[in-house]
C-alpha cells in the first residue's frame, strides 16, 4: 500500500532522515562496497569459525552486523541509495508527487 505524503508531512521529515540525507546510503560506491565485504566477511567467518575456535568465533558477529548497518537487507538498501543518489528526486507538484531523474553531472 502506497501512503501519500501530504505536505504537513513532509515538513516533519515525512518518515526520511532528518537532516535530508538517505538513512543507509554512504559517501561512495567503493566505501559502501567496502563496508559490505568486511561486514559479509565477519558475518560468514563467525559461523564458519566455530569448529576451529569454539564459541569466540561468535565476537566476529557483531562486528559483522555493525558494518552491515544492521542486516543485510539494510546494507542492501544502502547500495540501492548510493547509487541513486542525484539521480532520483522527488518532485512534488499540486499533491502528486512523483520521482524524476536527472541529468548527470546536473546538481
Do not use: N
Amino acid at each position: 500500500m502506497i501512503r501519500e505524503v501530504s505536505r504537513s508531512d513532509s515538513a516533519r521529515g515525512g518518515g526520511r532522515a532528518t537532516d535530508g540525507r538517505d538513512q543507509f546510503a554512504s559517501a561512495s560506491v567503493p566505501r559502501h562496497l567496502a563496508r559490505g565485504a568486511i561486514g559479509f566477511g565477519a558475518v560468514i567467518g563467525s559461523v564458519t569459525l566455530i569448529p576451529a575456535f569454539g564459541p569466540v568465533s561468535l565476537l566476529l558477529l557483531p562486528v559483522g552486523l555493525v558494518a552491515l548497518r544492521g542486516c543485510p537487507t539494510c546494507w542492501a538498501i544502502g547500495l540501492l541509495q548510493t547509487l541513486s543518489r542525484g539521480r532520483l528526486q522527488r518532485a512534488c507538484t499540486d499533491g502528486a508527487c512523483q520521482l524524476v531523474t536527472t541529468k548527470p553531472g546536473a546538481t
